[in-house]
T-cell receptor, first 117, second 108 residues
Framework: NAGVMQNPRHLVRRRGQEARLRCSPMKGHSHVYWYRQLPEEGLKFMVYLQKENIIDESGMPKERFSAEFPKEGPSILRIQQVVRGDSAAYFC???????????????FGEGSRLTVL | RKEVEQDPGPFNVPEGATVAFNCTYSNSASQSFFWYRQDCRKEPKLLMS???SGNEDGRFTAQLNRASQYISLLIRDSKLSDSATYLCVGDSSYKLIFGSGTRLLVRP
């Protein structure tokens, strides 16, 4: 499967625990984006990364959230000390090097659905 | 004010109907615009790009009016399979900003 792979697809955490979401971009893609979608709402941009660099994290909450895209391995979105309001679908998307302004095509994974009890 | 605003709907139309969605954007620096489609509990997928000159892809026509900062999507001869949420998308500093989506329900 050459698509964007996210895991876990579903994650249940209790308040105060940590959630770690993983994303492997499409083969050959070096740009990764994370979006959050609350129930019945649109996708909200969180962070844009390239290998080993955070390019834009303007959508990330200042506390408890962090993201990385190491040289080797998947991109990780980490949420510490989760609260009920963190319950959402977290989508990862990737794009190639041509830039999204040209094609507009972000390839999305199927999402990771986090439920905080 | 949201960067990209859409009427949430839902639009409930019979098969064969023509339906139009509108969208406005606030960032005048945005250069590129797109429509994405998202099925229930699925990931969004690119439907089509939007050009100032207007562009058509089968039953779908997209239009951009930069002066009014307004984007539209027209769907002709609606099919049951068109039922989905349609997301208006603009670019902003090397990332895509999504509207909240307009929900379309096509009934038999």
């Amino acid at each position: 499967n050459a698509g964007v792979m996210q895991n876990p697809r579903h994650l249940v955490r209790r308040r105060g625990q940590e959630a770690r979401l993983r994303c492997s971009p499409m083969k050959g893609h070096s740009h990764v984006y994370w979006y959050r979608q609350l129930p019945e709402e649109g996708l909200k941009f969180m962070v844009y990364l390239q290998k080993e660099n955070i390019i834009d994290e303007s959508g990330m909450p200042k506390e408890r959230f962090s993201a990385e895209f190491p040289k080797e391995g998947p991109s990780i979105l980490r949420i510490q000390q989760v609260v009920r309001g963190d319950s959402a679908a977290y989508f990862c998307a990737s794009s190639g090097t041509s830039g999204i302004q040209n094609t507009g095509e972000l390839f999305f994974g199927e999402g990771s659905r986090l439920t905080v009890l | 004010r949201k960067e990209v605003e859409q009427d949430p709907g839902p639009f409930n139309v019979p098969e064969g109907a023509t339906v139009a969605f509108n969208c406005t954007y606030s960032n005048s620096a945005s250069q590129s615009f797109f429509w994405y489609r998202q099925d229930c509990r699925k990931e969004p997928k690119l439907l089509m790009s939007v050009y100032s000159s207007g562009n058509e892809d089968g039953r779908f026509t997209a239009q951009l009016n930069r002066a009014s900062q307004y984007i539209s999507l027209l769907i002709r001869d609606s099919k049951l399979s068109d039922s989905a949420t349609y997301l208006c998308v603009g670019d902003s500093s090397y990332k895509l900003i999504f509207g909240s989506g307009t929900r379309l329900l096509v009934r038999p």
